[in-house]
Structures are given as structure tokens and as C-alpha cells.
């Protein structure tokens, strides 16, 4: 089965359904997975209106149960990961096509994040923000219970979000895995 990410934002929220109709009238939704992220705003992207992650667990929930309605294999959602995202294991390097390093491939493109290059090498400074990044330095989520599924949530989120890297940001799945799970 391969996997489809529809990614979802409130320009585009209305249409999935007609998407999703297409994949099934061309016989898809047997062949593929359908999985739905929440975008999130970037310079880049002027384009889109991003969801809050409260706001993105009241369509995740009826666009997955259509999707299962029509047939469709779901990819999984859970942020079932120890280290929370591959960005936080030591060897994990993204190369830009500019030669630039990276440790998330959300934050491509923006130099400001970049660890160092094919040029210069690594930023020892740099990479150790985001491998020593620990969610149990924050109060937050040492009393929080999903806090071993989601590592402390996604850096590239919360510098999104206005934040840096030693903020940690609540998985969107946090708002509606009660009702996921049902």
C-alpha cells in the first residue's frame, strides 16, 4: 500500500471530501493509505491558513471516518516514536540543494536553521540543540502521560509557532486521541 499525506488547512478543508471521491472513482481507495497533516504557516507559504492543532482535531476525526467509509487504507497517526522525531538521532543530516545541513526537513530553506553545510561541515554548537533537545527540562511535559509517545513534540512546530528549539509543542493528535482512539 502506499501512503497519501493530505495535508489540510483551512483553504483546502472543503475540497478533501471531492478529493477522496476522486481517488475512489479511479479505484485508489483499495491501493492507498490516506493519512491528514495539519499544514503550518511559513514565510514561504503565504498561501496557506493553517488550523490550530485544536482547531485540526475537529476535521481530522470526520475526514479520517469518511476516508474509512470509502474504503480506504488510513497510514498510521500515532507519534509512536522514543526520540519523538528522526531530527533528534545523532546521524540524521538533510542536504539541501544549496549544500546546506539540516536536521528537519520542515525547516529547509530557511538558512537560520541550517547546522552547517557541505562547505564548512557541521556547527558542533548548532547540532547539539537539537540532539540534546529534552523534553524533561520542561515542567509541561514531565507531568504530561503522552509525553513517551510524542518525545516532547515537534521542534520545527514550535519555531513555527514563534518559538525555538527549547520549547516544546503539544502533538496535534493531543486535542482528539480520545476520539481517535475510538
Given at each position: 500500500?502506499?501512503?497519501?499525506?493530505?495535508?489540510?488547512?483551512?483553504?483546502?478543508?472543503?475540497?478533501?471530501?471531492?478529493?477522496?471521491?476522486?481517488f475512489k472513482n479511479d479505484g485508489l481507495n483499495s491501493k492507498i493509505?490516506?493519512?491528514?497533516?495539519?499544514?503550518?504557516?511559513?514565510?514561504?507559504c503565504e498561501y496557506i491558513v493553517p488550523f490550530t492543532s485544536k482547531e485540526f482535531g475537529k476535521y481530522f476525526i470526520p475526514l479520517t471516518k469518511?476516508?474509512?467509509?470509502m474504503g480506504f487504507n488510513l497510514t498510521p497517526r500515532l507519534p509512536f516514536n522514543?526520540?519523538?522525531?528522526?531530527?533528534y538521532a545523532l546521524n540524521t543530516l538533510i542536504v539541501d540543494p544549496l549544500g546546506l545541513f539540516y536536521k528537519c526537513w520542515d525547516l529547509?530553506?530557511?538558512?537560520e536553521y541550517s547546522i552547517g553545510s557541505l562547505d564548512d561541515g557541521i556547527n558542533i554548537n548548532r547540532h547539539?540543540?537539537?540532539?540534546?533537545?529534552?523534553p524533561l527540562t520542561s515542567r509541561k511535559c514531565q507531568k504530561c502521560s503522552l509525553l513517551?509517545?510524542?518525545g516532547g513534540g515537534c521542534a520545527a512546530l514550535s519555531i513555527h509557532e514563534g518559538k525555538n528549539l527549547e520549547y516544546f509543542t503539544c502533538p496535534d493528535i493531543k486535542y482528539f486521541l480520545k476520539e481517535w482512539l475510538k
Open positions: 500500500v502506499i501512503g497519501v499525506r493530505v495535508n489540510v488547512d483551512k483553504t483546502n478543508v472543503k475540497h478533501i471530501p471531492k478529493l477522496l471521491g476522486l493509505g490516506i493519512g491528514f497533516g495539519r499544514t503550518w504557516s511559513c514565510p514561504q469518511l476516508a474509512i467509509e522514543i526520540l519523538g522525531c528522526g531530527a529547509i530553506g530557511i538558512p547539539a540543540k537539537w540532539i540534546l533537545r529534552n513517551p509517545a510524542c
